[in-house]
């Protein structure tokens, strides 16, 4: 699936706590007791009480603020597998705590393919494989995204650019955990966007449409960033080719 580029002022999203913390003291996703039933037997129940315990009143509150200011009623949705093909709860649950909190409408229509691995220490694999979707995308709606943790937002991205060429419009994005909790841009920044046309030069966005199947400008920031980690194309080059081999 192609991606389609990110506007200039798409939002940062909006998140509740840290995926995991060194400070016992500090609540995590991670370290909740109900995690492994929410996240590996699809306790959809687990799931809603984790985002009861662990969510930000002021995140939510300026999700809420910053989609009403955008006008109309949103739909929310997640990227989600079929019941048979995933053990995961946790964003289906936060979609369903958000719709009942705030009154949106959470989307039933669309679900993930079961492919690629999407575990968090595979970064290299969720670069170099796209996420795939089916499903019907109601054309008049707002789309808010969410997730149970984003590590390098390429699901997002994924699910935004399939959303999107099916002439819906998606809106933010929010998940429960990101690393230390705080706001994530997800787009490429514009910063981000500069050192890879100054690192990698002129052929960048051939590579990228030959490599990655789109141009570089679709890129998530995380993506980008871990992109500049490399020492050259060769480089680059290899650690695509591995992950799609792993």
């Not at 991205?157 to 706001?183: C, N, Q, T, W, Y």
Request: charged residues 25%; hydrophobic residues 40%; contains cysteine.
């Amino acid at each position: 699936m192609t991606r389609v580029p990110w506007p200039n002022n798409f939002p940062d999203a909006f998140v509740n706590v840290p995926w995991a913390s060194a400070d016992k003291k500090i609540a995590t996703l991670k370290s909740h007791p109900l995690y492994d039933a929410a996240k590996g037997q699809r306790n959809i129940e687990a799931a809603i009480a984790i985002v009861d315990d662990l969510h930000n009143l002021e995140s939510v509150l300026s999700l809420a603020d910053y989609v009403e200011d955008q006008g109309g009623k949103p739909k929310i949705i997640a990227p989600s597998c079929q019941p048979g093909d995933s053990n995961n709860a946790l964003a289906i649950g936060y979609a369903q705590w958000l719709s009942h909190e705030l009154d949106w409408d959470v989307d039933t229509e669309v679900f993930q393919q079961k492919t690629v691995s999407r575990d968090l220490s595979l970064n290299w694999r969720r670069i170099a494989n796209r996420c795939d979707f089916y499903g019907e995308i109601d054309k008049s709606a707002s789309y808010v995204i969410v997730d149970d943790v984003i590590t390098t937002g390429g699901t997002l991205a994924d699910l935004r650019s399939f959303i999107e060429r099916k002439g819906g419009r998606v809106i933010v994005m929010s998940a429960i955990a990101l690393g230390d909790g705080r706001p994530r841009r997800i787009r490429l920044g514009d910063d981000t966007r500069a050192d890879l046309e100054r690192f990698y030069g002129n052929d960048l966005g051939s590579f990228c449409h030959k490599n990655l199947g789109f141009s570089y400008e679709c890129l998530t920031d995380a993506e980008g960033r871990a992109i500049l980690g490399c020492s050259g194309y060769v480089d680059l080059g290899k650690k695509i080719l591995r992950a799609r081999h792993a």
